[in-house]
């Protein structure tokens, strides 16, 4: 399981949309940083830091380390910026982004979160089918206990899993990666190039719900609100492989109310 520090970095990352807060550009998940805007040194300094709070009309018990005083941004962005204490009006704009931000950090933190645990139990019912604790029929019981029935094609769209071999020598995925350098630093790109592909075909909706770098593997799955998932399938082949469809429902255990929310209309959408 992973840290909570960890999920907490990766859940700041989405709820900004992947991007640095200083440079405004895209930040991969690798080189990112979870900077303070009001640094945390200030802490050993009370006088500096009551003036600044009065300043910005932070209140007196405004916590430095609370998800208000973090945003993303790239490791050398981060490093430009040390300790510095920036401008007053420059503070008031991030603190106010981060103030935007707090909703969209704490839906993704609390989906990350259920993800996390839904991985730690089918890993113990994992374990209790291979010692002989639940034989496959219970297993099996377990897993269709969830109701499908409830859910309706808006809350409960299929979920394609695609995926990339980054060591393939197979000619359509030299094509893809040209003259770069195979590792973490194409990865985006790859994902770019696969909703380019998935966005030219789908007639309906769509939106990104995870993706998995393993160094050799990019692995992406995508919540579909359209009918011609077969379509996009074979648009995407050779270049993207589909490894499973199933329901958001029976992967994620929930409802995908909020992913369909900011899901991305095709260009050739209905």
Known sequence: MRPQREIRREAFWHAHNKKCAYCGERVRFLDL??????????????????????????????????ALNMIPAHSSCNSKKGGSVLTDEYLKWQLEMARQKLSAVEQELARL?????????????????????????????????????????????????????????????????????????????????????????????????????????????????????EEVVAAVWPYWECLEKVSFVSLYGRQATDYFSKSTSSSKGV
């Open 113 to 229: 979160n259920r993800t996390e645990n839904a991985d730690r139990v089918l890993a113990m019912v994992g374990r209790a089918y291979e010692t002989g604790i639940l034989t496959s029929d219970e297993v099996l019981g377990h897993l269709l206990a969830i109701d499908e029935r409830q859910w309706t094609p808006e809350n409960n769209p299929a979920v394609i899993c695609f995926s990339v071999n980054l060591l393939e020598e197979d000619e359509p995925i030299q094509d893809m990666i040209g003259n770069k350098s195979l590792g973490p630093e194409i990865y985006d790109d790859l994902e770019e190039d696969l909703i380019r592909r998935v966005e030219a075909v789908a007639k309906g909706p769509f939106t990104v719900t995870e993706e998995a770098r393993n160094g050799e593997t990019l692995s992406v799955r995508i919540a579909c609100w359209f009918d011609n998932i």
């Open 33 to 66: 940083e979870i900077d303070h805007i009001v640094p945390l040194r200030l802490e050993w300094v009370p006088s500096e830091l009551a003036a600044l709070k009065t300043r910005l009309l932070l209140a007196d018990d405004f916590d430095l380390s609370s």
